[in-house]
């Protein structure tokens, strides 16, 4: 994931997606409502998701070391109703970052402050070898 730096050195809590109860009625472990950040591209997003795949799948096996009894990662889904907020989009991310139909929407001088960096970004991700059980 190195090769991931630059993009994770821009990117704060407050440019991600956030998250809301799934519902009134509690369940055990919690789930939690993504609540799209209008900004982000659907590529960005499948990205974005796909490292917390990679999270979440660590913790519960981590490698060379014993798992801890921290708290465990949120269990985010996806929703076909969920909530879409404008949120804060970070200042020089790659054009393909950015959703182009929000970017469309923004006034030219706004959209120049973003300082869009003109080439794609390549959202590779390392081949993942199941665990051995």
């Known amino acids: 994931l190195h090769q991931h730096k630059r ?6 809590p407050i440019h991600m997606s956030g998250d809301e109860t799934d519902g009134p ?11 799209e950040a209008r900004w982000q591209s659907l590529e960005l ?5 796909a490292i917390d795949a990679l999270y979440r799948d660590d913790w519960a096996k981590p490698v060379g070391c014993r ?11 996806e929703h076909s109703d969920a909530r879409i ?7 020089g991310l790659w054009r393909n970052c ?3 139909a929000w970017l469309r929407s923004l006034r030219p001088h706004v959209r120049e402050s973003l300082k869009i960096i003109n080439t794609d970004y390549i959202f590779s991700l390392p ?3 199941p665990r051995v059980q």
Do not use: C, M, W
Not at 7 to 12: D, P, Q, V
Not at 45 to 49: E, I, Q, W
Not at 85 to 91: F, K, M, N
């Open 98 to 100: 950015y959703d182009q």
């Open 25 to 35: 009625v509690k369940e055990h472990p919690p789930r939690f409502r993504i609540v």
């Open 7 to 12: 993009l994770f050195s821009i990117l704060r």
């Open 45 to 49: 997003k499948t990205f974005l998701r």
């Open 127 to 129: 081949e993942v070898v």
């Open 67 to 77: 798992a801890t009894s921290d708290n465990a990662p949120r269990h985010r889904v």
């Open 85 to 91: 907020e404008d949120g804060v989009a970070p200042i």
